[in-house]
């Protein structure tokens, strides 16, 4: 399966034909094709902006095609908008992704594209996109601006801003040729379960009411959870996000995120007379108290975690005069202590399982008098969605897994799915997956980690089908039921 190529004007065919040849068709100006290509089809050709941040040579990637008539049904949803713009800006262009809008004629008039701008919310206009999308199933649209609402098509600077739109075009084929090659019929597998777990579910719903009862703005300590779209989203709400209480007002109200805090944090907020809402994962929590208790025996606590993580650094916050961080089994082998008859040993809840226990069994050789804690302390959650991947991956050409970089739990799902012989990934978002990773791959799996929006992963599903037919289904996993009650603050 390839992709169809159709770009209205010939100078549009003459940019795409070096790196298209043979894939590009020439359509015409203003004009229906009788019938549609089969497969998946890829409009391209040049546009006017309508909004003032486009400048010519700027491409346009289409979220939405609105028609030329006042239709609300004339409109062709392109969910692989975002795939397209992330592979266009990794090679260096300036992409802007939004609604485009068809219309039977040029609108030249800065007035006119005003009113059109208003009405439709499109960022571009154009004389043939609607038409050429009729009956199309997989497709996208990539439009380079000639002119904008300050530089009007019929000026005398237009051939030179013509050839700097048919220039990025041309600069642009070899991105297009690359989604050709991604394109095929695929089958997505998706983990169950994936996504949002109570703890984050929680945070979350603990800013959300904090905002609906003290009113904005309401601070964070940190990100609440590990995700860039939970925090971008808080934001627009009103949240206000710091690295430390003190940056926060005194008297106002804050946040600590899911991760945890060291008591310090806790007592510098009591300093400032802050309003505190402890949004830290029960299970967290759990680990925290495990500290403080073998503390209390005068024990040295090995801390199985990495370092620089918030979790870890709340946890080691609870008795620093105890307490020795272990990344691995390798670390393991040389750590010291005091006293080998008095030790004991915690884990960061988001650790992947097997590299865990084998830091512990390393710990337990070393000290046969090591206690260990009442219940493990990875959490339900990372346990099921590692274990929801293992059985994915291997079914799986490649696994997607969606996630913010700096999200461990997320991290260790795609290190759990290449132990298991799989090419895996984590992505942020839709826009990050790469068209070489989908040449060749017929069959695709897909997860996401606890703090990463289920929503994220519906827009990975959708983006595919812009790269021809996709079927999904999902693998046979734990159905999750824990719910955790929210702090007295906001319940």
Known sequence: MSATFLTPLRTEWLA?????????????????????????VVVAGVAGALSPELRPGDLVVATRVIGPIADPTDVHELPAAPLLAGALRRAGFRVHLGPVVTTERVIDDP?????LAATTGAIAVDTESSLLL?????AVVVRAIVDTPDQRLLSLDMPARGLA????????????????????????????PRSFCAGVNRAIDIVDRAL??????????????????????LERKGAVFVEEVEEVPEGSTVVLAAHGVAPQVRADAAARQLNVIDATCPLVAKVHTEVRRFAGLDHTVFLIGHEEHEEVEGTLGEAPGNVVVVADAEQARTASVADPEKVSYVMQTTLAV?????????????????RAPRRDDICYATTNRQQAVRTVARESDLVIVV??????????????????GAAAYLVDDLGEVDLAWLQGVSRVGITAGASAPPYLVDQVV????????????????????????????VS
């Open 16 to 40: 795409l034909r070096p790196a298209l040849d043979g894939q590009v068709r020439r359509t015409g100006r203003s004009r229906a094709l009788p019938e549609p290509p089969a497969g998946p």
């Open 111 to 115: 007035a006119a594209r005003a009113e």
């Open 134 to 138: 009729r009956g199309a199933e997989h």
């Open 165 to 192: 739109a048919l220039g990025a075009l041309r600069k642009a084929g070899p991105v297009l040729a690359d989604w050709s090659a991604a394109t095929a019929e695929r089958e997505v597998v998706l983990a169950t």
């Open 212 to 233: 609906d009862r003290f009113g904005s703005p309401v601070y964070v300590r940190r990100q609440i959870v590990h995700n860039s779209h939970v925090v971008a989203g």
């Open 354 to 370: 097997d590299e865990a226990e084998q830091t512990a069994a390393v710990l337990r050789e070393r000290f046969p008098q090591l």
């Open 403 to 420: 996630g913010s970089h700096n999200s461990s739990n997320s991290q260790r799902l795609a290190e759990v799915a290449r132990a298991e």
């Open 462 to 489: 959708a983006g595919l089908t812009g790269l021809g037919p996709v079927s999904t289904r999902e693998a046979e996993g734990v159905e999750e039921s824990v719910h955790f009650t929210l702090p007295r603050e």
